[in-house]
Each structure stands twice: as C-alpha cells, then as structure tokens.
C-alpha cells in the first residue's frame, strides 16, 4: 500500500526528484550486495550499522543494510545540517559532448568523488566510528545512485527531472523522465522474475565488477545517453529537431526491463566489491 501511494503521487507530479531510486531501488541494490560481500564483511557492517544512532539522526534509522540504503535521502528533512551533501547524489555530464567527468565534479561535489572519499575513509581504522559508519551509509546510498543512469548523464535538463515524458498509458503532465527510471522502470524491473537478490557465481561477480569509479560512471553516462534518453525521444536525443516530450509507449517500456535490471545487478554487485576491500 505505501509503494502504491508513492507511485500515484508521482504520477501526479508529487515525487520529490531529491530522491533517486526511489525506496526499492536502493534497497534492492543494498540487499543484493549483502548476499554477495564475503561473510567477514558482513559481520563488520552489522557492527558498525549496529551503533548508527551515534550519526543522531532520529527519524532516519539505518540498523540494516536496507535502511541504511536510503538514509541518505532520509537526511535532507534535516536541512542547513546535511545541505553540504545536495550535490553529492549525482554528476550532470552532458550527453551531448564527450565524456568529462572534471566538469561536471567541481571540488568533488558529485557522486563518483564522493563514492571515492567514502572508501578511503572506511579504510582508516584512525578516524573515529561515528564518521566511519556515516562513510558507510553515504557510500550503500551514492553507489545505487550512481547505477541511475540519469544521474550520471544530463540534457540540461537536471538529469530528465525537466524532460516531461509519456510512460505506457500515464500521460500525466508533471511525469518526467528522471522519475520513470527512478521508480516506475525500477518497480517494473525489481518486480520481473527471476529474483535479482540472490548470491551471483564469481563469473558474473567479476564481470560486473571490474573497473574503476570513473569507468563506471563512463559506463552510466552512456547507458543514460544509449538507452534512457534515446528511446524517450525516438532517436539520437542530441538531434535537431528532437521532441520536447518524450514518449515510452508499453512496446518500448518492455525493452527497458533489461537494462534497468542490469544497472541494479551492476550497482549491487559493485557495492559488494567495494565494501570488501573497504571493511575486509
């Protein structure tokens, strides 16, 4: 009943474009990277998780790996207090021109940089627990983040929360393409069987997880590029001549499933690597 509440208030243009992933998203990518982080691990985040009322965020709990998903988001109720972190939830790199991941990170205000400083701070044992746990809920959150591709690829649009689009039979006025892959794809991606939580074979843990932060976010920006913007505007979005609205009828909403499932999978098991060589 709640997911169902959210999503008809997004379909009437209520949904906050703060809040990417929605709930789902990045709980889905949080559990999948605790079925695939080495037991060690696992134990390391149910410590630290297990004193997260040090971070004195009531209201905002993140006891588990799920909650601690979407702490991140909780947070901005708290105002001037987390402010600092508005722009850390992504990075506009514009579709339209060659990849340039410095322009669009200014003093490390976007998502990969601050997925970056998070790792090395869980690393040092020396900087006490209270900032290492808020490392730890930063880095579940950004890393689902970075996986939604329209936070890693923009239009001058702030990442299609200014592309108003169509999707199936909602021709909402106040849609945009932002909210469908945060949480209309991603509930349809989620929800389609097999199950994507479970323990992946080492072969495609170690496919999915190989490269850097910034061959990741390359990868993403072209997923946004390739796949988000090009099947809302029928084409090459950086044409002239593009539609102002975008339009994902069911046909084109069915070839999306896969590519939505598979930024999870990938958002998830990357997460696991990370955390392994951060808490091992």
């Given at each position: ?70 702490w ?25 021109k ?24 869980l ?116 044409r002239?001549?593009?539609?102002e ?14 590519p ?21």
């Open positions: 009943m709640r997911r169902l509440l959210v999503l008809l208030a997004a379909l009437i243009g209520f949904a906050s474009p703060a809040h990417a992933y929605w709930e789902w998203g990045h709980e889905t990518v949080a559990a999948i990277a605790w079925r695939n982080v080495t037991p060690q691990v696992r134990g390391a985040i149910d410590r630290m998780l297990a004193r997260s009322a040090m971070m004195e965020t009531a209201g905002c709990p993140a006891t588990t790996i799920e909650q601690a998903s979407v991140a988001d909780c947070v901005k109720r708290f105002g001037p207090r987390f402010s600092y972190a508005y722009s850390w939830h992504y990075q506009n790199v514009n579709i339209c060659p990849f340039d991941l410095k322009g669009a990170c200014k003093d490390g205000n976007c998502v990969s940089a601050q997925i970056e400083r998070d790792i090395k701070i690393k040092d044992a020396g900087i006490p627990l209270r900032e290492r746990i808020q490392a730890l809920v930063f880095l579940i959150h950004f890393v689902g983040d970075l996986h939604q591709p329209l936070h890693a690829g923009d239009h001058a649009d702030l990442g299609g929360n200014r592309y108003l689009t169509n999707y199936g039979i909602y021709l909402t006025a106040k849609l945009n393409l932002h909210t469908v892959w945060d949480g209309l794809l991603a509930e349809r991606a989620i929800s389609t069987a097999p199950s994507l939580v479970r323990a992946y074979p080492a072969s495609e843990r170690e496919t999915m997880w190989s490269g850097s932060v910034e061959d990741w976010s390359r990868e993403n920006w072209m997923v946004a590029r390739d796949v988000a913007y090009r099947s809302a505007s029928g084409g090459d979005p950086c002239e001549g593009a539609p609205r975008g339009t994902l009828d069911n046909a084109t909403i069915d070839t999306l499933v896969a939505a499932r598979l930024q999870i999978q990938r958002g998830g098991l990357r997460l696991a690597r990370l955390l392994d060589e951060a808490l091992s």
